[in-house]
Nanobody
Framework: QVQLEESGGGSVQAGDSMSLSCRASGRTLRFHILAWFRQTPGKAREIVGG????????YYGDSVKGRFTIARDVAANTLYLQLNSLKPEDTAVYYCASGLKSTISSLTSRAYSYWGQGTQVTVSS
């Protein structure tokens, strides 16, 4: 079992920046992929981006490329998301997720077994 706890989030203006953190506890994250997803009411969860814990390789969803950055602190078992140049359409609940590497695409929620509770990000124009 992996427990994930997000922190950060809140309300900002368009163009502002924000950072989110996700602390993992429980089993080792070796061979895991960790990611951020977001979801708005009535829509499926959308990949924001993720990272291969073992080597730090990152990947991003098309809607956030060039604006958001994912990083990790292995010693602290913590995943980070830096959100820059925020837009109103970035408003969503942001979730941290973890799963073992597999043949399932890491861009889909099916690849992840463990999820945090989510944190709200609201961007006003």
């Amino acid at each position: 079992q992996v427990q994930l706890e997000e922190s950060g989030g809140g309300s900002v203006q368009a163009g502002d920046s924000m950072s989110l953190s996700c602390r993992a506890s429980g089993r080792t994250l070796r061979f895991h992929i960790l990611a951020w997803f977001r979801q708005t009411p009535g829509k499926a969860r959308e990949i924001v981006g993720g990272i291969r814990w073992d080597d730090g390789t990152t990947y991003y969803g098309d809607s956030v490329k060039g604006r958001f950055t994912i990083a990790r602190d292995v010693a602290a078992n913590t995943l980070y998301l830096q959100l820059n140049s925020l837009k109103p359409e970035d408003t969503a609940v942001y979730y941290c997720a973890s799963g073992l590497k597999s043949t399932i695409s890491s861009l889909t929620s099916r690849a992840y077994s463990y999820w945090g509770q989510g944190t709200q990000v609201t961007v006003s124009s």
